[in-house]
């Protein structure tokens, strides 16, 4: 991510709301789903320099999400870096829609 640092806090809040959403979900695959939500992180390797982590973990875990159902889709993939670009499927999108507030009734319309 360029300019704005990302605010840990709410990628933290995200990630482990998502965990409790769907206890398959590890960690590192709620991390990626929230990242990708917050717009942290779209790709392998700006995911794994953001939190530290070795990027040959994250790539695993994308394809754990990847072969999961549709939680995660894979948009991307350079062949040279492996860094591997993906936007959440139908079900993680649906997991995402449950962190963001229903608009109380009263201000719906």
């Known amino acids: 991510m360029k300019g704005a640092e990302p605010d840990a806090g709410a990628f933290l809040d995200a990630a482990e ?3 409790g959403l769907d206890a398959c979900l590890s960690p590192l695959q709620a991390g990626l789903l929230a990242a990708s939500h917050l717009g942290i992180a779209g790709d392998s ?3 794994s320099r953001l ?3 070795e ?3 994250v790539l695993r875990e994308l394809a754990g999400l990847a072969e999961d159902g549709d ?4 948009t991307g993939r350079d062949a040279r870096t492996m860094r591997t670009h993906y936007v959440p499927g139908a079900e993680g999108a649906r997991l995402l829609a449950a962190l963001d507030p229903p608009v109380p009734l009263s201000l719906a319309g």
Do not use: K, T, V
Request: zero cysteines; hydrophobic letters at 60%; charged letters at 20%.
């Open 17 to 19: 709301r998502l965990a």
């Open 45 to 47: 390797r700006s995911f």
């Open 55 to 57: 990027h040959a973990l």
């Open 51 to 53: 939190l530290g982590i």
């Open 71 to 74: 939680l995660l889709r894979i």
